[in-house]
């Protein structure tokens, strides 16, 4: 059972736009940044979200972060087959005194 | 920047293992390193970080006393260590750097390394 919630799976047709949930609670999401992570089949995680909304260097803006209390998403628009992953959030948590992970949900481009 | 596991290890239970991570193309010391383990068909669990610079060490309640986190600045490499292995130990492991200290966000991870425990 992880720390952070997530749905297990999400899917969309190519050109659509499909949101990823994550939720949390008062000593992580609410009170530090959250981040993304994706990983396609067989490779390890990347960055894809920092500090909420922040992008890194060469991720698509058709990629944006949002949150709010003790919730976060990740949304992303005109989507592509390239983009079937598996998405992670994670945030700080100050109870725990370490990192927590969403289950992760696995994102099918139909 | 890279991060760079040491390869595949297949082990039994009760075994010790040492497995590694070595960085380049940056400063070692100036970013925390975690640690991240993947078993198989689930997803990422935080195990614990290391701050280079003085070896102090942190874990998830899940991993403490099992494992231990070590570095060594002279060779820029990260460790993460068991003394007993279990079957369950079985999965694969990513070190990942953060871009600063210990709070922040992961930005580059190693390819992982997987770790097979069987009798």
């Known amino acids: 059972q992880s720390v952070l919630t997530q749905p297990p799976s999400a899917s969309g047709t190519p050109g659509q736009r499909v949101t990823i949930s994550c939720s949390g609670s008062?000593?992580?999401?609410?009170?530090?940044?959250v981040n993304w992570y994706h990983q396609l089949p067989g490779t390890a995680p990347k960055l894809l979200m920092y500090?909420?909304?922040q992008r890194p260097s060469g991720v698509p803006d058709r990629f944006s972060g949002s949150k709010s209390g003790t919730s976060a998403s990740l949304a992303i628009s005109g989507l592509q087959s390239e983009d079937e992953a598996d998405y992670y959030c994670a945030a700080w948590d100050d109870s725990l005194n370490g990192w927590v992970f969403g289950g992760g949900t696995m994102l099918t481009v139909l | 920047v890279q991060l760079v596991q040491s390869g595949a290890e297949v082990k039994k239970p009760g075994e010790s293992l040492r497995i590694s991570c070595k960085g380049s193309?940056?400063?070692?010391?100036?970013?925390?390193i975690s640690w991240v383990r993947q078993m198989p068909g689930k997803g990422l669990e935080w195990m614990g970080r290391?701050?280079?610079?003085?070896?102090?060490?942190n874990f998830s309640p899940s991993f403490r006393g099992h494992v231990t986190i070590s570095a060594d600045q002279s060779i820029s490499t990260a460790y993460l260590q068991w003394s007993s292995l279990e079957a369950s130990d079985t999965a694969m492991y990513y070190c990942a750097r953060h871009v600063y200290g210990g709070n922040s966000e992961f930005d580059y991870w190693g390819q992982g390394t997987l770790v097979t425990v069987s009798s």
């Open positions: 500090v909420n909304n």
């Open positions: 193309g940056y400063s070692f010391t100036s970013n925390w």
């Open positions: 290391i701050d280079p610079t003085d070896s102090y060490s």
């Open positions: 008062s000593s992580n999401i609410g009170s530090n940044t």
